[in-house]
């Protein structure tokens, strides 16, 4: 419980200083008039957006998670909606963690499984992100002058190509990943190296290296068996390919909650292609390390993203200050029910975290 006060303190200071940066050029009075003037009409159909897309994300993990055997959507969806609120108020999205922490708890699937679940998911994710962000540049030309200041980081587009570099390599070394466990022949390697830790271990005595065997081998192989099975959806083409639908629509229902959004917003006008090209903008920016709830981050890469379309500095503020706010109060608001229907503690769940190498699904 310390430590999860102590990150919620030093998230909060985060979050405070990258809020201040983002927005500190724009009057607080002309902000507070700009939201004012905020058709507030359309808050209810942007958090009916946001809900879908939830629900659907709910779906694609469970869909993900068959190969552990079957999930109800009941935690699935409790799960997704936990993580969330804790990626709202803790740094690092530790959300991301505790998602496969609580499947262990509910469903009692290995936290190895669950974790290799988070991976395929996210690689869902990036490469979508990454192919929107091609056709983006494809046919919105960036001013090559354009700059922006949040802090001390001067923003451009070589800003957006360099964080999109970034998520490639990341995507490309979590395949790789992949590619090495599920091969049957790099995994025998991978498992022959494991078998042979004791034998390096030259000086031990037989009873040293027969406890290595059993505290350290024997859970690092059956980790390994788990993140194999974790990664069995992909070798299914047709499960795949629905994965690969599904996470189309959640990311276009994104879309829509952006366009929705502006749509209430004075000065701002957006077609939904180039609501798309908001999100992925956002979306680069809030995956740069995260404060709580990417305070900060959300807003420079709204405002970045909207100057662009050449959205007014003090308009774009209003969109990304209220964009953010319909989504995390919801979020935040879902996730504290789901707490309570599953009997989540938030400041008990650093002790949920146990590897159990027993459970079933090895």
């Given at each position: 419980m310390h430590k999860i006060s102590l990150s919620m303190v030093i998230g909060i200071l985060l979050s405070g200083a990258a809020f201040y940066?983002?927005?500190?050029?724009?009057?607080f009075g002309v902000l507070l008039n700009h939201a004012a003037s905020i058709n507030y009409g359309w808050i209810l159909p942007a958090i009916a957006a946001c809900f879908a897309d939830f629900m659907l994300s709910a779906v694609r993990w469970r869909?993900?998670?068959?190969?552990?055997?079957?999930?109800?959507?009941?935690?699935?969806?409790?799960?997704?909606?936990?993580a969330l609120m804790v990626n709202c108020i803790l740094p690092g999205r530790a959300g991301e963690i505790v998602r496969p922490v609580i499947l262990y708890r509910q469903e009692e699937v290995p936290l190895s499984i669950g974790l290799a679940s988070v991976i395929v998911e996210g690689i869902f994710d990036i490469i979508l992100l990454l192919l929107f962000f091609s056709v983006f540049l494809y046919f919105f030309q960036i001013d090559p002058d354009f700059q922006m200041r949040l802090g001390d980081m001067q923003l451009n587009g070589a800003t957006l190509e360099?964080?999109?570099?970034?998520?490639?390599?990341?995507?490309?070394?979590?395949?790789?990943?992949?590619?090495?466990?599920?091969f049957k022949k790099t995994r025998n390697h991978i498992t022959g190296a494991i078998k042979r830790?004791?034998?390096?271990?030259?000086?031990?005595?037989?009873?040293l290296k027969q406890k290595i065997r059993e505290k350290l081998c024997i859970p690092l192989l059956n980790v390994v068996g788990n993140f194999v099975t974790g990664f069995s959806l992909l070798k299914n083409v047709e499960k795949t390919c629905l994965c690969v639908l599904l996470t189309v629509v959640i990311w276009l229902l994104t879309a829509l909650f952006y366009y929705i959004v502006a749509a209430g917003c004075l000065g701002v006008s957006l077609s939904f292609p180039e609501a798309i090209a908001v999100m992925v903008i956002i979306s680069f920016f809030i995956s740069l390390p995260s404060v709580p709830g990417f305070w900060g981050l959300w807003e420079a890469g709204g405002v970045f993203a909207m100057s662009l379309f050449g959205v007014d500095v003090r308009d774009a503020?209003?969109?990304?200050?209220?964009?953010?706010?319909?989504?995390?109060?919801?979020?935040?608001?879902?996730?504290?029910?789901?707490?309570?229907?599953?009997?989540v503690r938030f400041f008990r769940i650093s002790e949920y975290v146990s590897f159990d190498t027993t459970q079933k699904g090895l």
């Open positions: 940066f983002s927005l500190k050029n724009i009057p869909m993900i998670l068959e190969s552990a055997g079957k999930i109800n959507f009941r935690t699935a969806y409790h799960g997704t909606m936990i360099t964080v999109g570099k970034s998520m490639l390599k990341l995507c490309l070394t979590l395949i790789c990943g992949i590619i090495l466990i599920s830790i004791p034998d390096f271990v030259w000086f031990a005595n037989s009873d503020a209003s969109f990304a200050l209220v964009s953010h706010l319909v989504y995390i109060f919801p979020v935040i608001l879902a996730g504290l029910i789901s707490a309570i229907l599953t009997g």
